[in-house]
């Protein structure tokens, strides 16, 4: 088996050679199963995740999302509906931009009802990559796998063989081609190309504005507040994504 990986990701750098559409658009569909959510806090006893398991009664909740990159840059953001009623309470921003010539982040977003800038290295996820595949999208894709050790969940990735561009949704990247599917916590939030649209022109990709209320923080900073955060959730015996992104 290890050979048969091994001889595709030489297939991979043959199309990476011959590859020539750096640019595109993706748009992505964003399920949040709230129930499954509940259940990776498992700091909650068992008895109230079972009540919220009932309430909620196997709802989900779709977003849409968008990816767009070009050779130099990329931007991820959620395209929510302000006419959708489940959409009202989504109010905070939250746009991935990555400046892919210096290597830099330049993610915007609301944590806990203040707005940070994240300026930093691009740092991707330490995926293991694994044999199964599958079609998305039209395109056949290979998985991977990586541990998130801060909120303590799997993330599954299957990634296009024939789409050698190691970016993808939200924050994951640094596969051998683009991420076309993502399953956070056995499918607690799902994120699935549903349309993707390539390009041989340049397509201009807009840098966040700066705003004065802003504050520049970088990555171990982010997740100090995202720690301490969840260790504050923990005492209170709440849903940390409540308060941050899940």
């Known amino acids: 088996m290890r ?18 559409q750096n640019s595109g658009i993706i748009s992505y569909k964003v399920v949040d199963d709230w129930t499954k959510k509940m259940a990776t806090c498992d700091y909650i006893s068992k008895a109230e995740r079972e009540r919220s398991a009932y309430a909620w009664g196997g709802r989900t909740f779709d ?34 931009f990555r400046d892919r010539d210096n290597g830099q982040t330049f993610d915007v977003m609301t944590v806990l009802d203040k707005d940070y800038v994240i300026t930093d290295t691009i740092e991707c996820q330490n995926w293991k990559i694994l044999n199964d595949m599958k079609e998305v999208a039209g395109h056949i894709c290979m998985n991977a796998s990586y541990y998130d050790t801060i909120r303590k969940k799997e993330v599954l990735a299957w990634f296009a063989l024939d789409l050698p561009i190691s970016l993808g949704p939200n924050k994951y990247c640094g596969l051998p081609g683009m991420i076309l599917e993502i399953f956070e916590a056995n499918g607690a939030v799902v994120y699935t190309a549903t349309h993707i649209l390539l390009s041989e022109e ?3 990709i807009k840098k966040p504005s700066i705003k004065k209320n802003r504050k520049a923080i970088n990555f171990n900073e982010y997740n100090q507040i995202v720690i301490r955060y969840i260790n504050e959730s923990k005492k209170m015996q709440r849903p940390y994504f409540w308060g941050i992104s899940f």
Request: aromatic share 18%; glycine share 2%; hydrophobic share 40%.
């Open 202 to 204: 340049k397509i201009e």
């Open 63 to 96: 977003r849409k999302a968008e990816l767009q990159f070009n050779e130099n840059s990329y931007r991820f953001e959620f395209k929510d509906d302000e006419n959708d009623a489940s959409n009202r309470w989504r109010k905070n921003d939250y746009v991935v």
């Open 3 to 20: 050979k048969f990986v091994f001889l595709i990701l030489i297939v991979l750098g043959i199309i990476n050679f011959c590859y020539t």
